[in-house]
């Protein structure tokens, strides 16, 4: 059976009554599908996974600093991790935050549309009384909480992994001393400010599983970009050639820890970030719209 | 069909950044701001490392710290961009008389962040590490400098 675009029943509501506009039920149908996709999410074992490791990597880094004295030199803030605790979210963040965060949200945001493709089950959720717009704003809006709680928990545990390492005021990269209180405060702004350029890579995630209808590619094309960033950024290429970097947005917390601090590259981020995302999300609802559900792929 | 389409737009955004890459514009990394950023920098590790000897504590803006830099070592090449820059700092210790020259091996990324290895005098950055009271050995802050600057 196909159904095409426009002629699937768009609400088949079992013996409820007329679906009228003024339906509690019908407006709240984004939500019924966010909390359903969120429990699904749940049970994934992946996303436990991910969620176990932002929830002890931190303190295993910290553990690992402590028994050996090599430091991590190579990159800002790395030789300080002994020194003062506020060092090590930085360097975290530093080392892993252009790589693992945009593959971790991928994980996600990369399957969750091309999964019922997998499983075949777009025909069933699609002949239920959720309309086409519904389905793609839940699970859309499901990527998002994942990302976001993510990020929240990683902040939460980076910081408190930091504090236990100790809370010696540390050097910023104006060669400034940081007080405790002031650390604490960057750190946590810091790691705030790469939470756009990660929900604008759930949206590219988001796109590339949908056009895709395929896990692997929708998750490969998000981390594989990741990488070619990555390699683009070592060219000479024009500041603005930079700005326009999804990966960019990830390093711009560097301003914060400067005397006197700027946050130029953190507002140019906030914009890169903001048109990778409508841009990809736009794409991605287009593709999904008309797309035929049900027949040959 | 979707895989080659995703696989050939994203070789497209590739290509295309990369022809541009050769083309116009300055990356904003240029003498100026990295010789600015590096000067204050040095002046403010410099008192970090004074202090933590035990020394008297100069203020950073008595040191009049200037740093002149140059890519690759010399003025031949285009004075932008990311790569090796050579840099000087020099330093007021004693009075306007005794001027000191530290030298720095700075590695400046594209994103406006540097690391600075020093390259002499010994006594002032040649040692990862110095002594401080009681000959606790602490991390010389001036042998490695990480500092950014704003490219936007």
């Known amino acids: 059976m196909t159904l095409a675009a426009d002629q699937w029943p768009a609400y088949a509501e079992p013996a409820a009554g007329p679906a009228g506009p003024s339906d509690p039920r019908q407006r709240s149908g984004t939500l019924v599908v966010w909390r359903l996709e969120l429990a699904k999410l749940r049970g994934q074992w992946r996303v436990r996974a991910i969620a176990l490791m932002c929830l002890v990597g931190p303190f295993v880094i910290v553990a690992g600093l402590n028994v050996q004295s090599a430091t991590p030199g190579d990159t800002a803030f790395g030789q300080w991790v002994h020194t003062s605790g506020f060092a090590i979210p930085m360097v975290i963040l530093g080392f892993g935050g252009q790589w693992l965060l945009p593959v971790g949200t991928a994980v996600v945001a990369g399957d969750i549309f091309s999964s019922e493709d997998h499983f075949g089950t777009w025909k069933t959720i699609l002949t239920r009384s959720r309309s086409r717009g519904e389905l793609f704003a839940g699970k859309f809006l499901a990527a998002l909480t994942f990302a976001t709680a993510t990020m929240v928990l990683l902040i939460i545990t980076d910081l408190l992994a930091g504090l236990l390492a100790g809370t010696q005021p540390v050097v910023g990269l104006g060669g400034q001393l940081v007080t405790a209180s002031h650390a604490t405060e960057l750190v946590v702004v810091s790691w705030l400010s790469v939470i756009p350029p990660v929900l604008g890579f759930t949206a590219l995630a988001i796109f590339t599983s949908v056009a895709s209808r395929n896990s692997a590619v929708g998750i490969g094309v998000p981390v594989v970009l990741t990488l070619a960033f990555q390699v683009v950024t070592l060219i000479a290429l024009p500041a603005w050639g930079q700005q326009v970097l999804l990966s960019t947005p990830f390093t711009a917390w560097h301003g914060f820890w400067e005397q006197p601090a700027y946050v130029g590259p953190f507002l140019y981020g906030l914009l890169t970030s903001a048109v990778w995302f409508t841009l990809c999300s736009a794409a991605a609802w287009l593709v999904f719209r008309r797309r035929t559900i049900g027949g040959a792929s | ?152």
Not at chain 2, 55 to 80: R, V
Not at chain 2, 91 to 117: E, F, R, S, W
Not at chain 2, 138 to 146: K, T
């Open chain 2, 1 to 152: 069909m979707s895989r080659r389409l995703a696989a050939g737009a994203a070789t497209a955004v590739i290509t295309l950044l990369t022809l541009t890459a050769s083309g116009c514009g300055s990356t904003g990394l240029t003498a100026p701001r990295l010789q600015t950023s590096l000067s204050s920098t040095f002046a403010n590790l410099y008192v970090l490392q004074q202090t933590e000897q035990g020394n008297p504590k100069p203020s950073a803006a008595s040191l009049k710290s200037q740093a002149s830099c140059q890519k690759g070592g010399t003025p031949d090449i285009p004075q932008d961009g990311s790569g090796a820059w050579l840099c000087q700092i020099t330093y007021l210790v004693a009075g306007p008389g005794y001027p000191v020259i530290a030298k720095y091996n700075v590695d400046v990324q594209t994103d406006g962040c540097y690391a600075a290895d020093g390259d002499g005098p010994a006594s002032v950055n040649g040692s990862p590490t110095i002594i401080g009271p009681h000959y606790a050995q602490l991390i010389n802050p001036l042998s490695l400098i990480d500092g950014c600057f704003d490219t936007t």
